[in-house]
């Protein structure tokens, strides 16, 4: 496969993209981990070449502001998150439909973008994601210890037309030591029944996906995933 293309978002910020080998018919807009503290577009492109190899496929791995290497806070990050998603929108074509995908605090950049648009996405795909930044969830360097609930996805989710209107995968490894499966299995249960499906993964730790035992399996579920709403 070809290299992905850098795609420039304005304001320092670019996306790396996989185009579709055929017509475009789901555009997967794509936020990297590393807690808000590093981590860059290029740590999601092998599990991306893996997953865009199903044809009808486009993804574009968007860049953010962080700590260590540009002095961000966690505003800073939320920000370019809601531009990557405006930039993805107006690119790409009308009769495509459009996931978010987030890994570990890319998830919480995915969610947090979402719910500020008044244009939800299709969906969402999120792996081993921080969905829950409340006091006594996830903190770290970028989100303090007694927690910022007022931006946490898992409380501002709840009675959100998003939770009836958009679909939602989580795939999650039951060894994780950075975000615990548990706050992904209660993210999951506030989803209306038949609207999220969850995935755990016996004895894969944090980051799971990108390593090739698993790679292959976890893209195979999203594809499922995104065949099934194109059904529906």
């Keep these: 496969m070809a290299p992905p293309q ?20 789901t555009r997967i807009l794509a936020f990297h981990g590393g807690g808000g503290v590093g981590g860059s577009p290029e740590m999601l492109v092998p599990f991306s070449q893996v997953l865009a190899r199903q044809g009808t496929l486009s993804i574009a791995i968007a860049s953010y502001r962080v700590l260590d290497r540009d002095q961000a806070n ?35 950049l995915a ?5 500020r648009s008044p244009d939800l ?18 903190a770290n360097r970028v989100i303090p210890q007694q927690g910022r609930a007022d931006l946490s996805p898992m409380q501002r989710c709840v009675g959100h037309d998003l939770l009836g209107t958009a679909r939602c995968l989580i795939a ?8 615990p499966i548990e706050a992904s299995r209660r993210f999951a249960r506030i989803w ?3 609207r999220c499906e969850m995935h755990e993964y016996t ?13 292959g399996p976890v893209a195979a579920q999203i594809c499922a995933f995104l065949d099934a709403g194109r059904a529906g």
């Design 172 to 179: 999650h490894g039951d060894r994780d030591d950075v975000v």
């Design 111 to 115: 969610l947090d973008a979402a719910l």
């Design 121 to 138: 996405p299709a969906g969402f795909i999120l792996l081993n994601p921080v969905t829950d930044i409340a006091a006594g969830g996830f």
């Design 6 to 25: 850098t795609m420039q978002l304005g304001h320092g910020q670019h996306a790396l993209f996989l185009p579709a080998e055929g017509p475009e018919q």
């Design 203 to 215: 004895g894969a730790g944090h980051g799971f996906f990108n390593h090739p035992r698993h790679s």
């Design 74 to 108: 966690l505003s800073d990050s939320l920000e370019d998150a809601d531009r990557a998603l405006a930039w993805c929108r107006a690119d790409m074509p009308d009769t495509a439909q459009l996931f978010l995908l987030g890994a570990s605090f890319g998830g919480l």
């Design 192 to 194: 209306p029944r038949g």
